[in-house]
């Protein structure tokens, strides 16, 4: 049976972007007789707030969607992500990193040959070599530090890889392209590349859909799973909605939310007709 989830963060209101991924998961679950689920991702308790999670559930009804019960909610089991992290440990494929952006960002201006990612700079591993002696002292003197990945040490553990994804079949995995990934913020408990891979895992997700710029991260994503014995979902990764001047929708550029889309008069199927379903809320005539 196939199972997808919508898993947005409470940290602003819908817009048209999410509506495009909520509604690709819920007709995809459709069409094929099986399971949507909505997932809270709101483990970033200092930007997340509960008047946009409740938003985020009246936007959707509004739009037609249903899912099952109950929503999980990240914050709720934060014990699912310190074992995960408990287990990269005992791997020996994380370590703690000191560095603040301010000096991530310094080293790689001072070096001639930084590596870089599909999305600019990585980090060049500055805390990677530090001993063990030296490290227990600036834990022990309360330095605050993020846990990063080994990637390199990763891969060599996980060997090969790979991903299906809908409508192109196997994706080779390049184990470093995102390179020493934080998989636990000096703030917060878990990273999203950690919370969402355990998440699916534990809710039984088959198929994650989820938007075109999420399609790099899914090279971590199936290395964590390797890591950590996790089920292997298959990936569609949609195209996303752009402007006028070809830049993607989002909350930071000022796309439209839901809600105020409703207030200057959209109706539902309106809504869902911008998205690319029209004909909705039929399975088969989405789009």
């Not at 998961?25 to 946009?52: H, M, S, V």
């Not at 990269?88 to 603040?100: A, D």
């Not at 590596?115 to 600019?120: A, L, M, N, S």
């Amino acid at each position: 049976m196939i199972v997808t989830r919508f898993a947005p963060s409470p940290t602003g209101h819908l817009h048209l972007g999410h509506a495009v991924s909520a509604l690709t998961g819920w007709t995809i679950a459709k069409r094929a007789g099986g399971r949507f689920l909505l997932r809270i991702e709101d483990i970033d308790t200092g930007r997340c707030r509960p008047e946009y999670e409740a938003a985020i559930y009246e936007d959707l009804a509004w739009l037609g969607l249903d899912w099952e019960q109950p929503v999980r909610r990240q914050s709720e089991h934060m014990a699912d992500y310190a074992a995960a992290l408990q287990r990269l440990e005992s791997l020996g494929v994380i370590y703690p990193c000191f560095c603040s952006r301010k000096e991530i960002g310094a080293e790689i201006a001072a070096s001639a040959h930084a590596p870089h990612g599909p999305e600019g700079p990585l980090y060049p591993g500055t805390c990677r070599g530090l001993v063990a002696s030296a490290r227990a002292a600036r834990i022990e003197r309360g330095d605050p530090y993020a846990l990063r990945l080994d990637a390199a040490g990763a891969a060599k553990i996980a060997g090969p890889l790979s991903w299906q994804e809908q409508g192109r079949g196997s994706v080779a995995v390049d184990p470093q392209l995102l390179g020493d990934a934080v998989l636990a913020r000096k703030d917060v408990a878990a990273s999203y590349h950690l919370a969402v891979t355990i998440d699916d895992d534990l809710q039984g997700i088959s198929l994650v859909t989820r938007g075109q710029d999420l399609f790099h991260a899914t090279h971590l994503h199936r290395l964590v799973q390797a890591l950590l014995g996790l089920k292997e979902p298959a990936y569609h990764h949609h195209s996303l909605l752009m402007n006028e001047q070809g830049i993607r929708l989002s909350k930071r550029d000022g796309a439209l939310a839901l809600r105020q889309m409703r207030t200057v008069g959209f109706s539902a199927a309106q809504v869902r007709e911008k998205a690319g379903f029209p004909g909705w809320p039929s399975p088969d005539a989405a789009g």
